[in-house]
C-alpha cells in the first residue's frame, strides 16, 4: 500500500507503483494483469496508469491483460431516470444534512420500527444503497407519518405508483449486494469471478421474461405490494374490480357475483362482515374464504393496549392469590365484546332453587 501525496494523476499512481515493485524486489516481466476501475487516470490511452503499465512490460519482454474491475460498486447500478427520482427522493429524506432532522429519525425507534434508525447514503458508496433503501421501506409508514408531523409531507410517500417503484428498487438492490458479496469471497480465481458474473447475466434475462409477464417471483418487496393491494380491493370492492385481473380461483365466482343485482344491493346496504357472512356457503365457497382471510387481518394496537392495561389493574401486588389460569380467566372476560344473556341462560336450566 502506497500513500499518494498532492496530485493523483496516472503518471502518480504510475510512480507509486513502479516504487512499490522496485522496493519488493519484484520482476516487472512477471506481471500477467492489470485491474483497475474506470477512472481516467487509470484508464486513459496514453497518460493512464494501466497504459503506462503495459508500456513498462514490454520494453521487460512480458505482457498483462488489462481488466476492469467487476467489482466496482459504482459499475453495479445501472441509472435510469426514473429509478434516480427515486433513489434522490429517498437520499433527501434522510440525508445528513440536519443534525437535529435526523436526530428526531432515531426517534422511530419509540414507535415500535423494524429498524431504529436508516443508514446515510453516499454517492460513492453502492453499497449503502441497499441497505438504506431496505431500511427506508420497512419504515415507510412511520417516516410518512414523522414528515406529516413536520409540517414536511411526502407526497411520493402516498403515491402508489412511486412506492411500487421504490419497491422494485429495493428488490433489485438485494440482488446487486448479493453479487458484490459473492465477487468479494475469498481465494477466488477468475474463473470464479466469471461464473458469478455469467450467472447474474442469466439472471437479469430471467427477470426481465418473468416481468415482461408480470411475474415478480423474485422480487419480494414488489410482489408483496402489487398482491396485498389487489387482495384488499377485491375485498372492499369486489363488484368493481376486473375479473381477469384476480386469481384464476376466484374468477367463476366473481363473474357470478358480479351478475347478481341482489347481491350488489346488499354489498351497499350491508357492513361487508355481513354481506361476506350472508353469501351462499355452496355458490360462494372462495369468494367466503378469501373474505374470512382479509378480515383476519385487523389493527391489533388498542386490544393490545386494552388487555395490558387490564393485565397491570388485575395483577397486583395488593392481591394475595393471582394463577396465571384465573390471570387469563379475568383477562377473557374483562376484554370480550360478548354480553351473556342471563334471563336465558336461567331459562335454559328449567330448574329453579329456593333460598332458605
Same mark, same amino acid.
Request: net charge positive.
Given at each position: ?6 496530485t493523483?494523476t496516472?503518471g ?6 513502479? $516504487?512499490?515493485?522496485?522496493?519488493m ?10 485491474t483497475?476501475d474506470?477512472a481516467?487516470?487509470?484508464?486513459g ?5 494501466a ?5 513498462k ?6 505482457e498483462?491483460?488489462?481488466?476492469h474491475?467487476?467489482?466496482h ?15 434522490n ?9 440536519r ?6 429519525f432515531q426517534a422511530?425507534?419509540d414507535v415500535?420500527?423494524?429498524y431504529?434508525?436508516?443508514l ?25 407519518? #414523522?414528515l406529516?408531523?413536520k409540517g414536511r409531507?411526502? /407526497? $411520493? ?16 438492490? /438485494?440482488?446487486l449486494?448479493?453479487?458484490?458479496k459473492n ?6 480465481l477468475?474463473s470464479h ?14 427477470f426481465?421474461?418473468q416481468?415482461r409477464?408480470?411475474n415478480?417471483a ?8 402489487? #398482491?396485498? $393491494? ?7 370492492t369486489? #363488484?368493481l374490480?376486473?375479473?381477469e385481473?384476480?386469481? $384464476? ?5 366473481l363473474?357470478?357475483?358480479?351478475c347478481?343485482d341482489?347481491?350488489?344491493?346488499? /354489498?351497499?346496504l ?9 353469501l351462499d356457503h355452496?355458490?360462494f ?6 373474505a374470512?382471510?382479509m378480515?383476519s ?8 393496549e ?20 384465573h ?5 377473557r ?7 351473556p344473556?342471563?334471563?336465558?341462560i ?6 329453579h332453587?329456593?333460598?332458605?
Amino acid at each position: 500500500m502506497m500513500s499518494l501525496k498532492g496530485t493523483t494523476t496516472g503518471g502518480n499512481i504510475f510512480d507509486a507503483v513502479s $516504487e512499490a515493485v522496485e522496493k519488493m524486489g519484484l520482476k516487472w516481466d512477471k506481471l500477467c494483469g492489470v485491474t483497475t476501475d474506470g477512472a481516467p487516470a487509470m484508464t486513459g490511452e496514453r497518460k493512464g496508469m494501466a497504459s503506462m503499465v503495459c508500456v513498462k512490460l514490454k520494453e521487460s519482454g512480458g505482457e498483462a491483460v488489462r481488466m476492469h474491475c467487476i467489482n466496482h460498486q459504482e459499475a453495479l447500478g445501472a441509472k435510469t431516470y426514473q429509478l434516480g427520482d427515486v433513489m434522490n427522493t429517498v437520499v433527501k429524506t434522510v440525508i445528513r444534512a440536519r443534525g437535529l432532522y435526523h436526530r428526531e429519525f432515531q426517534a422511530l425507534s419509540d414507535v415500535d420500527a423494524e429498524y431504529g434508525d436508516v443508514l446515510y447514503h453516499s454517492d460513492v458508496r453502492w453499497l449503502s444503497r441497499g441497505s438504506l433503501l431496505q431500511r427506508f421501506y420497512s419504515l415507510r409508514s412511520e417516516i410518512d407519518k #414523522f414528515l406529516k408531523g413536520k409540517g414536511r409531507p411526502s /407526497h $411520493e410517500l402516498s403515491d402508489p405508483l412511486w412506492l411500487a417503484d421504490l419497491a422494485f428498487l429495493v428488490d433489485l438492490t /438485494h440482488h446487486l449486494n448479493t453479487l458484490n458479496k459473492n465477487l468479494q469471497g475469498k481465494e477466488q480465481l477468475v474463473s470464479h469471478l466469471y461464473a458469478h458474473m455469467k450467472a447474474f447475466c442469466v439472471k437479469l434475462r430471467l427477470f426481465e421474461t418473468q416481468l415482461r409477464s408480470f411475474n415478480a417471483a423474485h422480487f419480494p418487496a414488489l410482489v408483496f405490494k402489487i #398482491f396485498i $393491494e389487489k387482495q384488499i380491493k377485491l375485498f372492499w370492492t369486489p #363488484f368493481l374490480v376486473d375479473a381477469e385481473e384476480v386469481e $384464476e380461483s376466484l374468477q367463476l365466482e366473481l363473474i357470478e357475483m358480479q351478475c347478481d343485482d341482489s347481491l350488489k344491493s346488499q /354489498h351497499q346496504l350491508l357492513s361487508l362482515p355481513d354481506f361476506y357472512q350472508s353469501l351462499d356457503h355452496a355458490k360462494f365457497p372462495v369468494m367466503r374464504r378469501h373474505a374470512k382471510r382479509m378480515m383476519s387481518l385487523f389493527g391489533l394496537t388498542y386490544i393490545c393496549e386494552q388487555t395490558f392495561s387490564l393485565l397491570n389493574q388485575n395483577k397486583s401486588r395488593l392481591r394475595s392469590r393471582m394463577t396465571d389460569s384465573h390471570l387469563c380467566e379475568v383477562l377473557r372476560v374483562s376484554t370480550t365484546k360478548l354480553s351473556p344473556d342471563i334471563p336465558a341462560i336461567l331459562q335454559s336450566k328449567g330448574q329453579h332453587h329456593c333460598f332458605h
